[in-house]
Antibody
Framework: EVQLVETGGGLVQPGRSLKLSCVASGFTFSSYWMYWIRQAPGKGLEWVSSINTDGGSTYYPDSVKGRFTISRDNAENTVYLQMNSLRSEDTATYYC??????WGQGVMVTVSS | DIVMTQGVLPNPVPSGESASITCRSSKSLVYKDGKTYLNWFLQRPGQSPQLLTYWMSTRASGVSDRFSGSGSGTYFTLKISRVRAEDAGVYYCQQVREYPLTFGSGTKLEIK
C-alpha cells in the first residue's frame, strides 16, 4: 500500500524558515517524480514544486522560486521542502504527491506573528 | 502561464442523475507525443485530493467507470454518471503539459 506521510508543519513567524518532510512507502520511491502542492484555507490547489527521480531537476512557480527548495533522499525514501523567507500568503496545507496519483494527508503551515 | 477555467454546476444534482464538469485551458494541452496532459481530481470534504483521470480520459487505478473524461486540446469535460452521495466534493482540473503546472479553481458538486 502506497503511503505518504508529511511532517514538519507548524506556526512560524514571517521571514523565518521551515522544512517539511514526506516519507514514502509502498512503492519504488527512486523511480517516481515527486511533487509538493499547497492549499490555502478555503482556497484551491496550487502546485509548489517538482523533483525528478534523481533530484537533478527541480521546478517551481514564480510565487516560491528563490525561497523554496525541493530535494530528495532516495536512500531514505523521503522528499523535502525547505521553505525560507516565509510570508503570510504561504499559510496553507502542504501535500506531497507521487506523480499526482497518490497524495499524503497534508501538513499545515501557518505564517503569522 | 496556462490558465485553467472551470465551469459551475447547477447544484444540487439529484442522486442517480448525471453531472458534467467543464474545464477550459488557455493553450492546447496536446503534447508532441499525441497525449493530452490534463488531470481531474476530486477532493472530498476534509480529505486529500484523489486522482480520477489522467491524459484527459484514462481512469486512475480503482476509479469507478461512472467517471469519464473527454475533450479536445483546450476544452474538457468530466462526466459523472448516476451520481451518488460519495461523489460530493470539489473537482479540479490540472494541466501538466508545461511548467508552471496549473489547476482550475474547482467546481463544487452537491448531491440531493
Amino acid at each position: 500500500e502506497v503511503q505518504l506521510v508529511e511532517t514538519g508543519g507548524g506556526l512560524v513567524q514571517p521571514g523565518r524558515s521551515l522544512k517539511l518532510s514526506c516519507v514514502a512507502s509502498g512503492f519504488t520511491f527512486s523511480s517516481y517524480w515527486m511533487y509538493w502542492i499547497r492549499q490555502a484555507p478555503g482556497k484551491g490547489l496550487e502546485w509548489v514544486s517538482s523533483i525528478n527521480t534523481d533530484g537533478g531537476s527541480t521546478y517551481y512557480p514564480d510565487s516560491v522560486k528563490g525561497r523554496f527548495t525541493i530535494s530528495r533522499d532516495n536512500a531514505e525514501n523521503t522528499v523535502y521542502l525547505q521553505m525560507n523567507s516565509l510570508r503570510s500568503e504561504d499559510t496553507a496545507t502542504y501535500y506531497c504527491a507521487k506523480s499526482f496519483d497518490y497524495w499524503g494527508q497534508g501538513v499545515m503551515v501557518t505564517v503569522s506573528s | 502561464d496556462i490558465v485553467m477555467t472551470q465551469g459551475v454546476l447547477p447544484n444540487p444534482v439529484p442522486s442517480g442523475e448525471s453531472a458534467s464538469i467543464t474545464c477550459r485551458s488557455s493553450k492546447s494541452l496536446v503534447y508532441k507525443d499525441g497525449k493530452t496532459y490534463l488531470n481531474w481530481f476530486l477532493q472530498r470534504p476534509g480529505q486529500s485530493p484523489q486522482l480520477l483521470t489522467y491524459w484527459m480520459s484514462t481512469r486512475a487505478s480503482g476509479v469507478s467507470d461512472r467517471f469519464s473524461g473527454s475533450g479536445s486540446g483546450t476544452y474538457f469535460t468530466l462526466k459523472i454518471s448516476r451520481v451518488r452521495a460519495e461523489d460530493a466534493g470539489v473537482y479540479y482540473c490540472q494541466q501538466v503539459r508545461e511548467y508552471p503546472l496549473t489547476f482550475g479553481s474547482g467546481t463544487k458538486l452537491e448531491i440531493k
